[in-house]
């Protein structure tokens, strides 16, 4: 009776552990190469989806290379603002002295920047010197002036004169003369010169034509006027005193 006592002791524990009791342990272990693979297929992704070059950085971009515009309107389009002043000669500005005009045309109300400079002139093939030989577009003359206009007319205006000998300039309340330098008129180099602007209408435009003619063909006819002899003046149909 006592041996069959011993003979049922019941086994260890130990020898009874079912299998899956280590195999948490074995996955546990296993875990950081599984996270450690999944990490490097992401990387190797993201480097196959960034084959394509990167956009260079502004330090790595080259510098854009200096473009000058040039505007084919020299009288600019009709604005509200102030016309700038007259910048002194430096880098990138013309040589010489500078006329800023602001055009004010009386048929639209309008007025339209104007700048004078040597470039502009020398692409119009204007000469513009002193007495010193040196540049200065102060001695052109008013007619000039009105070719130059005349030639950069805008389109936004009224139809174009036939000739430039219709348009009319005031500065400073007068009409300007045709024959006179700009330096004769007041015209300022230090501030913009306000130069108010008119087309006379054809029909006085031709009356004035034929008015030249007829004063060209009688003073060159080669018939002397009659006088009263010896030196006198000659003998006009009417005279108009002004006093």
């Known amino acids: 009776m006592g041996s069959i006592h011993h003979d049922s002791v019941p086994p260890s524990t130990e020898a009874q552990q079912p299998s899956f009791v280590s195999a948490p342990t074995s996955s546990h272990v296993e875990a ?10 992401t990387q190797l992704q993201f480097v196959d ?21 040039e505007t084919s309107e020299p009288i600019g389009p009709s604005t509200d603002l102030p016309t700038p002043m007259p910048q002194t000669p430096g880098f990138g500005m ?15 109300g309008t007025r339209h920047p104007y700048r004078i400079d040597q470039k502009y002139l020398a692409k119009r093939n204007v000469t513009a010197e002193n007495e010193s030989g040196e540049f200065d577009p102060f001695v052109i003359s008013v ?35 045709d024959k006179l330098p700009l330096k004769e008129c007041r015209f300022s180099d230090s ?24 004063k060209g063909k009688g003073s060159g006819g080669g018939g002397a006027r009659p006088s009263r002899g010896d030196g006198d003046e000659p003998t006009a149909g009417c005279r108009c005193i002004i006093l």
């Open 32 to 41: 950081p190469q599984i996270a450690e693979r999944g990490q490097q297929q």
């Open 49 to 69: 989806e960034g084959t394509d070059p990167l956009p260079p950085t502004p330090l790595e971009m080259p510098a854009p290379a200096l473009i000058r515009q």
């Open 94 to 108: 013309p040589s010489g002295p500078v006329i800023t005009i602001n055009l004010l045309l009386s048929s639209t």
């Open 143 to 177: 007619y000039t002036l009105k070719e130059l206009i005349w030639r950069d007319w805008r389109e936004e205006w009224e139809p174009r004169p036939s000739s430039p000998a219709a348009i009319r300039l005031i500065h400073f309340g007068r009409f300007l003369d």
């Open 191 to 214: 501030a913009p010169n306000v130069v108010h602007m008119s087309v006379k209408p054809q029909e006085v435009l031709d009356d004035e034509e034929n008015a030249k003619s007829a």
